[in-house]
């Protein structure tokens, strides 16, 4: 509303109106983007299976997200809910395992490994096997997938910890790479003795059965020597990567009346073929997950030709008009004497939306490559220029601007949309600038508030410009 004061003494008083109208909607397609970070691949690709790993912190995925036993990190399984369970497959043979998150908050094969590799193989049965504690050796008896009671095959100490029988502490030894063999006689996390305690499952009856049950499942599998293959479906004899004194290494040891995970003397013999467990190590125990409860597989730009996994989506960006439209002015035939003088009192307000769903943290920018809300076609001093700094709008000038979420500010809580109270200059061209940043993976509908305001001067119609909105990973 314009308000005349007028100093002539007719009884007709002109009224000025200005309509505003800034309401718009920038709707992006859903966008999924992860960042490239750089997983452990086997098979062809990493014969020696010596790729380093390396996680990113940023990560939302889960245990559910991922199909291979390579795309395992800690923060994945960090990610992971407590015992969800999926199968996964090793790339180096395609055969697939059952996973899970066990209550130790890791995540743990929980099925045999049955990988041919590590030492010399001796066939199906076994036959050749050699009662030598040097030599690295197994044997494949056969596998099932999605089987808990497959018996995997059977790996003398040394093929288990993949030849390197100086290795100490987290070996990765024989187990897919991001996987690593159990330690033992402690209940360091990663241990057998962390997950025994975790469970309650005692050096016992019942904790024999805590430790074969559901979500476990240790086999009575049995082991393998120069004999041949023996108590099948009586004991359960599984490799860690700890040694104990220099022929033997310390086992897990299940049996009727016995779970013992530190066990060593005869029984851990470093030429018997035991069992493999592999275990996928969190930094930090978390049983809750992140929340993500999404069991589809996420984009992984590691495997660009398995379509199985969705295209990764790059940050996309979209246009939104923000205009305001002023109204002819109503004049009046002023025969004497008059002299008006013309104030704007109130700013024009509106919205810029922004819905956008992301499994990952994101910020969003805004910019234009017209600063200036200009008539069309342009007409010279036509026009409602931007601010140029963080300042409030008043009326009675010519101004616009977009208010920042309290997250784009300096020191701002993360994910906030609150809007400050201060209306900002967006970025021009590609200098754009930051009006919004999430505390994470989230899918969010973002409100921008839009201020315009005029002076008397400015002439009849319609002032647009376009903002651009850009959504990019952080």
Same mark, same amino acid.
């Given at each position: 509303?314009?308000? =005349? ?7 007709? =008083? ?30 062809? @690709? ?38 969800? &369970?999926?199968?996964? #497959?090793?790339?180096? %043979? ?50 099932? %997938? ?22 100490? $502490? ?13 330690? /033992? ?21 019942? $904790? ?20 041949? @293959? ?59 997950? +992140? ?28 246009? /939104? ?8 002015? #109503? ?11 013309? %104030? ?36 010279? +001093? ?19 601007? #977009? ?48 201020? #315009?305001?005029?002076? /008397? ?12 909105? &850009?959504?990019?990973?952080?």
């Amino acid at each position: 509303m314009l308000k =005349i004061n007028t100093n002539f003494n007719k009884c007709k =008083i002109p009224i000025i109106t200005v309509m505003a109208s800034c309401s718009t909607l920038a709707l992006f397609s859903y966008l999924t983007y992860i960042p490239n970070p750089t997983f452990a691949t086997d098979s062809t @690709i990493n014969p020696t299976n010596t790729i380093t790993r390396s996680d990113t912190t940023t990560d939302q995925r889960t245990l559910m997200n991922i199909k291979y036993m390579q795309q395992m990190s800690d923060q994945i399984c960090t990610n992971t809910k407590e015992n969800k &369970t999926k199968q996964l #497959i090793d790339i180096r %043979d395609g055969k697939s395992y059952w996973v899970t998150k066990l209550k130790d908050g890791n995540c743990w094969m929980t099925q045999n490994l049955a990988y041919n590799g590590g030492g010399t193989s001796r066939g199906t049965d076994c036959s050749g096997w050699q009662d030598t504690i040097t030599v690295a050796q197994y044997c494949n008896p056969g596998h099932t %997938d999605g089987d808990h009671a497959s018996r995997g095959n059977y790996y003398s100490w040394p093929a288990a910890m993949n030849g390197d029988t100086s290795a100490t $502490g987290t070996v990765q030894g024989v187990c897919p790479n991001g996987w690593h063999l159990p330690t /033992s006689s402690t209940t360091a996390k990663g241990s057998f003795g962390g997950l025994t305690t975790a469970y309650g499952a005692g050096d016992n009856a019942a $904790g024999s059965t805590i430790m074969r049950g559901s979500p476990i499942y240790f086999q009575y599998s049995g082991r393998a020597s120069s004999s041949g @293959i023996d108590y099948v479906g009586g004991n359960g004899f599984y490799w860690s990567s700890t040694p104990y004194y220099s022929n033997q290494a310390y086992i897990l040891y299940l049996y009727s009346n016995a779970a013992n995970p530190s066990n060593g003397n005869s029984r851990g013999q470093r030429y018997y073929g035991n069992s493999v467990r592999c275990l996928a190590l969190t930094t930090t125990t978390n049983l809750s997950g +992140n929340g993500n409860d999404s069991e589809e597989l996420f984009p992984d730009p590691n495997y660009p030709d398995d379509p199985d996994f969705p295209p990764v989506v790059l940050p996309d960006s979209t246009t /939104s008009n923000v205009a305001i439209t002023v109204s002819p002015v #109503i004049s009046i035939d002023a025969t004497s004497g008059m002299s008006s003088e013309v %104030d704007f009192t109130t700013v024009a307000h509106g919205d810029i939306t922004a819905t956008i769903s992301s499994n990952q943290k994101y910020q969003v920018l805004l910019s234009t490559n017209q600063s200036t809300l200009e008539q069309s076609p342009i007409v010279p +001093n036509h026009n409602i220029p931007m601010i140029t700094t963080d300042t409030t709008i008043t009326p009675g000038t010519r101004a616009w601007g #977009i208010k920042k979420t309290n997250s784009a500010l300096a020191g701002g809580t993360l994910g906030d949309t609150t809007a400050n109270t201060l209306f900002s200059p967006i970025g021009i061209s590609n200098n754009k600038v930051l009006f919004y940043e999430s505390l994470g993976a989230e899918s969010k509908t973002i409100t921008f508030p839009v201020a #315009i305001s005029v002076d /008397s001067t400015l002439p009849s119609g319609t002032y647009a410009t376009e903002v651009t909105i &850009t959504a990019t990973a952080n």
